[in-house]
């Protein structure tokens, strides 16, 4: 699949020979959701990613949360989840929106509380590049 557009540079971290398959699934999900218009690994440069206007929208809005909530350490993102999904009693008042955006974004990618899943989507959410032209994104696996 050729994209239109020229990819981001990849972290150095990653040597970019395989495709990973927890990403692959994140990835068809976000596709189903309508956040991702196509993707494709490229062996050598990684994942291509073009966004949607909507999931770009989401990741905006996730891109803070993750920041804020510190959500890119494995264990905050699986017990702020729990929270957000298993929670019985109401939220802090400040928290409400933030536990609902969260919530519903897991329901749109059909996602739960599952560690390695939860962390490899928060590892495409983060790099999903905001306010750049073009929508294209090459990410390393978790």
Known sequence: MELP???YAAGPEYDETEPDPMIDC????????GWV???AFRKGQGYVIQWSAEGEQRSILL????RDKELTCRTKAKHFTRHTLG????????????????????????MGNEENSLAAMISIVSRCPIGKQPSVRIISPV
């Open 5 to 7: 557009y020229a990819p």
């Open 37 to 39: 218009k196509e993707y």
């Open 87 to 110: 929670s019985h009693h109401a939220p802090e008042h400040h928290e409400y929106e933030i536990t609902r955006m969260w919530r519903s974004c897991l329901q749109e990618l059909g």
């Open 26 to 33: 994140v990835l068809a999900k976000c596709r189903r959701a």
């Open 63 to 66: 891109q803070s949360m993750i």
